[in-house]
């Protein structure tokens, strides 16, 4: 099903120059160090690293739910900007993206972005139950927050 407008985006003042969040943020496999929802992420070959048109394969968990997506980074501008989309069905699904800012203090404003862009017909059914759509904003939001948390924590630690 198409969405529409089912994204959100949040951001967090890192005390870590750009480098060291970027070391972090780059590489999808480190992402379930930072994700309460993903669990596992393997590169897809021939991919075998980061860097535009990587293919890589995720596993997520949310409550009892449990999924896997192949994803493909789409942009790629090192210390800047990763972006990446999951797939489904062979379309497009979510998108995701880092995007890191020096500050005039030597941190960095990390964003993260998340939009759907086509879900499969179960979660848009799903999301008409009285609450649902509510509670998946709210998951969003919480899972935004706690993933740039848990990534200022790596990185403020030296990554």
Not at 2 to 13: M, N, R, T
Not at 35 to 59: D, M, Q, Y
Request: net charge neutral; aromatic share 10%.
């Amino acid at each position: 099903m198409p969405v529409d407008d089912f994204g959100d985006e949040a951001s967090v003042e890192v005390a870590a120059p750009p480098e060291v969040v970027w070391a972090i943020v780059s590489d999808p496999t480190r992402t379930p160090e930072w994700s309460p929802v993903c669990r596992r992420v393997e590169w897809i070959p021939p991919s075998s690293s980061p860097t535009k048109g990587a293919r890589f394969r995720g596993h997520n968990q949310l409550r009892a739910f449990k999924w896997a997506r192949n994803c493909e980074i789409d942009e790629w501008e090192p210390q800047r900007t990763i972006a990446f989309h999951t797939e489904f069905k062979g379309r497009a699904s979510t998108r995701w993206r880092y995007t890191l800012e020096p500050t005039g203090d030597g941190g960095t404003r990390l964003t993260e972005t998340y939009r759907a862009e086509f879900l499969p017909a179960w979660v848009w059914l799903l999301r008409k139950v009285p609450g649902a759509a509510a509670t998946s904003a709210r998951d969003t939001r919480e899972n935004l927050s706690t993933s740039l948390a848990n990534l200022r924590r790596l990185a403020e630690a030296g990554g």
